[in-house]
């Protein structure tokens, strides 16, 4: 897992170094980084988690440079948003992008909480029935 963060982390790192202006190349490099973070397990919440995360990054990344932009242009420091800043419509298309995000990451823990939910009233009891009749406290 470790080792995979790592990777990741390296594949973002390059890519900023090379300046890549590709916001949503950017954002997924970074994305991909948290969706190894947030899903720690090989289990069932694996694959949901994986997506939370991954638009989690996305988010946090975007919204950073939306939020560094001013600071990053005075100082000539690397921010993918650079050569959008000036364009008409800038502001609302970080809003765009970021509620976007923002709603796929709603949509994942939304689908993880049905789940939880699911394991509660079905899961745990049927699992503590099974302990039960082995003969064990479940």
């Known amino acids: 897992k470790v080792r995979t963060i790592s990777l990741a982390m390296q594949d973002f790192a390059d890519a900023e170094k090379q300046g890549n202006a590709d916001i949503d190349t950017m954002a997924g490099l970074f994305g ?4 190894q973070i947030v899903s720690c397990r090989e289990d ?3 694959d949901n988690l994986e997506r939370l995360g991954f638009f989690l990054g996305k988010f946090i990344y975007l919204l ?3 939020e560094d932009i001013e600071q990053d242009l005075k100082k000539g420091t690397y921010n993918p948003l ?3 800043y000036e364009e008409p419509g800038f502001e ?4 765009q992008i970021l509620t976007m995000m923002m709603s796929e990451c709603c949509k994942e ?3 993880l909480y049905r789940m939880w939910i699911f394991c509660g ?9 099974v302990m039960r009749s082995c003969g064990r406290n479940g």
Request: contains cysteine; hydrophobic residues 40%; proline residues 3%.
């Open 32 to 35: 991909r980084v948290m969706a």
């Open 82 to 84: 650079k050569k959008r």
């Open 64 to 66: 950073d440079a939306y």
């Open 44 to 46: 069932e919440w694996k």
């Open 121 to 129: 009233i079905f899961c745990i009891p049927v699992y503590g029935a």
């Open 109 to 111: 823990f939304e689908q």
């Open 92 to 95: 609302e298309e970080c809003r």
